[in-house]
């Protein structure tokens, strides 16, 4: 069955817009745009990461920040050793974020509702205290890369290059999900989502099931991490603060739950919005420009509140891609 | 053949005993009604027969297997099914979906996450042929969110049996069902027998005199007496305790 629903073509044109943009992005003289984009990207590799616990699996991790920042991590560590291996770098964030992400998991799954989210915030927060707490890299300041990962076969100090690698990263795991919801796996997590209760009546080892999910949906915080590193050449505690969990959460909630993509459109909408009101010059009378310009987040929280309450399927699903219109 | 023994299953909520000292055996093949007051204990007691609730004290062995201390998750995979007094199905789900979750339960192999289910071809047979079975063969693809109450009492008892049980516990599979329902539900279960055995708790008195092998009265967690239908109606401690004496139950 051919399914080209308005949610099928936004989704579709999303991608071919970020496929093109840095030719687009050159073409216009305006390289700025590709390191933009490549941030979008990357949130919106996060927000698809920790969508699969809290849209499929109804997991509200306030701590998926932590791996972000474990990822960004595992590249500045390496990079003040004196270590530049790219394959090195992900090899280290991918061991540390599993190693890490199956004994936080495993503490907070024994809470649910408000205990999960509480407990998921307090392990961010202890992370992000320990990464202050290295004088070595700066504690508070951060940490320059002085070089970007080498990856050998490609050039990641070419924000082009950068840019692809990231594009096809968000776009494998957006491929390997859009399987594995639908696949025993996910049935059996979106069952837990719905009842765990009944699951467990039906002979599954819920806690394995949701346990085995967390860490997946880390791991590609961490790679969203190691990206974040090297786009920025730059590590620092901020990256795990709670206000990064929580940016990811709204970006989620403004793209839609329901859906693989929707956290894409919701991460591209918030950083397309903070980045226009943070500059916003329209010209409107009084100071209300200025105004808009320092108090922006004002604004976009506004508007948070409005998607939550009158597009309760988020962007993507107000466009028509929800999961009943694709089905 | 016993399929089920309990001895001297004992659960204490705080200061109060749910189930006090109580005993039963359930015999291969049988229906075995668990009928009593409200609050005497009986969905207390399918608790701690599927795993749910740990008992204070007491065994429950399934052929001759002690499986008292056995998680609810591994004690499906033993042989012990049960279905929820309040249906508990999946809302998000079809029907056909509900059962083939139910069915992937039974089968085990969750950690896949590469093959679509709905490729499944043996597991989507499989859940068809169980929604045939309870007589919901028209509402394969239909939301669960839009069945009537009386559908997913029947889904709920497919997705129970796609478990393979060899105990079903059924906890008041007629609630809240119409007369015409209740009916072809009695029907249903009639052809069950022989499947697998059945622990019925059931309200409906009708439908526990039409099914039962055997009915044990349980009063404040104890069980007062067992025997078949026709013992239980004519015991006079059974009439006193629960049936009432004025009434002669059909």
């Known amino acids: ?327 | 053949m016993t399929a089920l023994t309990v001895r001297g299953l004992t659960k204490f909520f705080g200061g109060i005993r749910a189930t006090d000292g109580l005993d039963l055996d359930v015999d291969s093949g049988d229906i075995h009604a668990i009928i009593g007051p409200n609050g005497a204990g009986k969905t207390t007691l399918i608790n701690q027969l599927s795993g749910e609730l740990n008992p204070t004290a007491g065994v429950i062995r399934l052929d001759d297997v002690d499986v008292t201390h056995v998680p609810i998750h591994r004690r499906v995979h033993l042989g012990i099914a049960r279905s929820y007094q309040i249906t508990s199905v999946f809302l998000g789900f079809t029907a056909l979906e509900n059962v083939m979750l139910a069915a992937q339960g039974q089968r085990g192999k969750t950690f896949s996450f590469w093959q679509p289910v709905a490729r499944d071809a043996p597991l989507v047979e499989r859940a068809r042929s169980l929604l045939a079975r309870v007589g919901l063969d028209d509402a394969v693809h239909t939301p669960v969110s839009a069945m009537a109450h009386g559908a997913r009492r029947q889904l709920e008892l497919a997705m129970t049996l796609a478990l393979q049980p060899k105990v079903m516990l059924l906890d008041e599979p007629m609630a809240g069902m119409s007369r015409h329902e209740s009916e072809s539900m009695v029907t249903l279960l009639k052809s069950l027998k022989g499947v697998c055995s059945i622990v019925l708790v059931e309200h409906d008195m009708d439908a526990v005199f039409a099914l039962a092998d055997r009915i044990t009265v349980v009063v404040y967690g104890r069980s007062i007496a067992t025997g078949t239908p026709k013992s239980i109606r004519n015991d006079p401690s059974v009439r006193a305790a629960y049936l009432g004496d004025e009434e002669e139950p059909a």
């Open chain 1, 1 to 327: 069955m051919a399914r080209y629903t308005a949610g099928t073509v936004a989704a579709a044109a999303l991608i071919l817009l970020l496929a093109l943009a840095p030719v687009i992005a050159s073409l216009a003289e305006q390289p700025f745009y590709v390191t933009l984009l490549s941030r979008m990207m990357i949130f919106a590799l996060a927000a698809v990461g920790l969508n699969l616990i809290l849209g499929y699996g109804g997991m509200v991790s306030f701590g998926h920040a932590l791996y972000i920042g474990v990822g960004a991590y595992a590249v500045g560590i390496l990079n003040f050793y004196g270590i530049d291996n790219g394959y090195a770098h992900i090899a280290a964030a991918l061991v540390c974020g599993t190693v890490i992400a199956t004994l936080v998991g495993a503490v907070c799954l024994r809470a649910s509702g408000i205990g999960f989210i509480m407990i998921t915030l307090a392990f961010a927060q202890m992370f992000y205290f320990l990464a202050i707490s290295f004088k070595q890299l700066g504690g508070d300041d951060g940490y320059g890369l002085t070089s970007r990962s080498d990856f050998k076969l490609f050039d990641l100090s070419d924000n082009t290059v950068l840019y692809y690698v990231i594009f096809f990263v968000l776009l494998l795991v957006l491929l390997a999900f859009s399987r594995l919801v639908e696949a025993p796996f996910g049935v059996a997590l979106r069952g837990c989502k719905e009842n765990e209760r009944r699951m467990r009546a039906m002979g599954f080892a819920t806690w394995r099931i949701k346990l085995t999910a967390y860490v997946l949906s880390a791991l590609v915080c961490v790679l969203a991490g190691v990206l974040l590193a090297n786009l920025t050449r730059f590590v620092s505690p901020s990256y795990m603060n709670w206000t990064t969990s929580g940016d990811i959460l709204l970006m989620i909630v403004l793209g839609g739950l329901g859906t693989l993509i929707g956290p894409v459109f919701g991460a591209v909408a918030w950083l397309a919005l903070e980045e226009i009101l943070s500059s916003f010059d329209l010209g409107l009378p009084g100071n209300a420009d200025a105004f808009i310009r320092d108090h922006w987040a004002i604004v976009l929280g506004a508007l948070v509140i409005a998607v939550a309450l009158y597009l309760k399927d988020g962007l993507y699903g107000y466009l028509g891609g929800g999961r009943k219109a694709a089905s």
